[in-house]
DNA sequence: CGTGGGACCTGAACGC
DNA sequence: TGCGTTCAGGTCCCAC
């Protein structure tokens, strides 16, 4: 569900409630969404003081004063909310921490998709994550995308290449960068790549402004909704007509992931 | 090593 | 009403 921009939400919202919150008390309601598989994250995290809750592509970061790490994914249906404690418990909720204040933070997902991993002292992440698309310069992501033959959109979605940028936001980007998502991502000139850089970053930092994109689940730390999906020039909007020139989107499908873009504007070949 | 395809989950929307 | 199918902001693993 949430990509970027639906994370760095969460953590703007989610930050004052949390930050300097020393944690009382853990509730494991299914303790096989974190990782390691089963760890039971009580001894780990009770009266630990949280410093700095932060972003690390889709990740949530949470920093706590004895410079311990815990990374949350919220895959494609989690949700992190801070509540207070007399707010019924929904479906789905896999994990609670009790604040000191009384407040509670939750970690909700339907589909388990995500994870709460305990990364300990533990400074590189196994699988090393690509660069931060918001701060890439055109060179890089040209560097980044000369060692691949696969289509430029699988490249974007390829989180070891570029890390953040989930399914809507490469659509969007691809589209206000004029670039067909089939093309090979090594064919792109520095120029493409240039304005393939503008674009994901003006996409990404207009969605954050937004809060983030809601089409089904996604929610901030608030439980406020986002409003980006309303900006969408491409992205589920299939014979809708472009922005730009009026054709009607296509949709296609490409790993497996539905992909829209304007025929005209995006042209198969240069 | 790089790549494509299926697997992992639940629930909402739709067609019959 | 009810049942089956399809689709969904994401990774992960496993054959080639």
Redesign the pocket.
């Known amino acids: 569900?949430?990509?970027l921009p639906?994370v760095e939400t969460v953590v703007r919202t989610i930050r004052p409630r949390l930050q300097g919150r020393q944690i009382a008390g853990v509730v494991h309601l299914r303790s096989d969404i974190v990782r390691p598989i089963g760890m039971l994250l009580t001894d780990a995290l009770v009266t630990r003081t949280i410093c700095t809750i932060t972003r690390r592509a889709?990740r949530i970061v949470l920093t706590l004063d004895d410079r311990n790490v815990l990374f949350i994914?919220l895959?494609?249906t989690g949700r992190l909310t801070v509540c207070d404690p007399a707010t019924e418990i929904e479906?789905?909720t896999h994990f609670i921490a009790v604040l000191d204040d009384g407040r509670q933070l939750r970690f909700t997902d339907?589909?388990?998709?995500g994870?709460i991993t305990w990364l300990g002292q533990t400074r590189e992440n196994r699988?090393s994550i690509g660069p931060e698309p918001l701060t890439l310069s055109p060179a890089r992501l040209h560097r980044q995308l000369q060692?691949?033959?696969?289509a430029i959109k699988?490249a974007l979605?390829d989180?070891t290449r570029i890390a953040g940028i989930?399914?809507?936001y490469a659509d969007e980007a691809l589209h206000r960068a004029q670039i067909h998502p089939m093309r090979r991502a090594c064919d792109l000139s520095i120029e493409e790549c240039r304005s393939l850089n503008r674009a994901i970053k003006y996409v990404l930092q207009r969605a954050i402004r937004a809060g983030?994109?809601?089409?089904?689940?996604?929610v901030d730390a608030n439980g406020q909704r986002g409003s980006y999906q309303q900006s969408h020039a491409v992205y589920a909007r299939t014979d809708e007509p472009c922005p730009r020139c009026k054709t009607p989107i296509a949709r296609i499908v490409l790993?497996?992931?539905?992909t829209h873009f304007c025929p005209t504007c995006q042209p198969a070949s240069t």
């Open positions: 569900m949430p990509e639906e889709k994914h895959g494609m479906k789905h339907p589909r388990r998709f994870k699988k060692s691949t033959t696969r699988t979605l989180q989930g399914n809507i983030g994109s809601t089409l089904r689940d996604y790993q497996a992931r539905s």
